[in-house]
């Protein structure tokens, strides 16, 4: 269980600092807002490139923080439920969902969304609007490789989860 518990908390570690870089870019897209408005009400000029950057930063923050979500157990769970199971119960859940549900969406979707970006390389997609932003396979990338980490962030927490298990099997709190 020491091996399990090791790539465990290396895989947390590599998910946290991606959440910890991701939050850098928060403050980019702040940025970015508070120049567009400023500019927009004080010169009265917008660029459509730059409006189009904003929506860009925004969807790689939610798709690279989504795994950093999971690991800070701020993502979506039926807690109604979830309170009033027994400390077994919930360390079996623990390990049960991130591998029957967590782990494979995310790689059902990464592998389905690859053709996605295949897709928008193949054809030089870009903004459809004028003066937009060129190369949105870019873009488009950046959900197999955010589905890709929310289900390495599963793996991580299958693997902490089972240690928890056998460390602590009866126990109830």
Do not use: C
């Given at each position: 269980?020491?091996?399990?518990?090791?790539?465990?908390?290396?895989?947390?570690?590599?998910?946290?600092?991606?959440?910890q870089?991701?939050?850098?870019?928060t403050?980019?897209?702040?940025?970015?807002?508070?120049f567009?408005?400023g500019?927009?009400?004080?010169?009265?000029?917008s660029?459509v490139?730059?409006?189009?950057?904003?929506?860009?930063?925004?969807?790689?923050i939610?798709?690279i923080?989504?795994?950093?979500t999971?690991?800070?157990?701020?993502?979506?769970?039926?807690d109604?439920?979830?309170?009033?199971?027994?400390?077994?119960?919930?360390?079996w859940l623990d390990?049960?969902?991130?591998?029957?549900?967590?782990?494979?969406?995310?790689?059902?979707?990464?592998?389905?969304?690859?053709?996605?970006?295949?897709?928008?390389?193949?054809?030089?997609e870009?903004?459809?609007?004028?003066g937009g932003l060129?190369?949105?396979?870019?873009?488009?990338?950046?959900?197999?490789?955010?589905f890709?980490?929310?289900?390495?962030?599963?793996?991580?927490?299958?693997?902490?989860?089972?240690?928890?298990?056998?460390?602590?099997?009866?126990?109830?709190?």
């Amino acid at each position: 269980m020491n091996g399990a518990a090791r790539w465990g908390r290396r895989l947390d570690r590599v998910i946290e600092l991606i959440g910890q870089t991701t939050a850098w870019l928060t403050l980019l897209l702040v940025l970015l807002v508070a120049f567009d408005v400023g500019a927009r009400y004080l010169f009265h000029v917008s660029w459509v490139p730059e409006q189009e950057f904003e929506w860009h930063v925004l969807a790689v923050i939610a798709l690279i923080a989504a795994s950093f979500t999971l690991q800070q157990g701020e993502h979506v769970r039926v807690d109604v439920f979830y309170q009033h199971y027994s400390e077994h119960v919930k360390r079996w859940l623990d390990v049960l969902l991130p591998i029957v549900i967590v782990v494979p969406v995310g790689l059902f979707i990464a592998y389905m969304s690859l053709h996605f970006v295949e897709m928008s390389y193949a054809i030089n997609e870009g903004s459809p609007d004028p003066g937009g932003l060129p190369d949105r396979w870019l873009l488009k990338a950046f959900v197999p490789i955010g589905f890709a980490l929310v289900a390495l962030q599963g793996v991580a927490m299958f693997l902490l989860a089972l240690v928890n298990l056998y460390t602590h099997p009866q126990q109830e709190h």
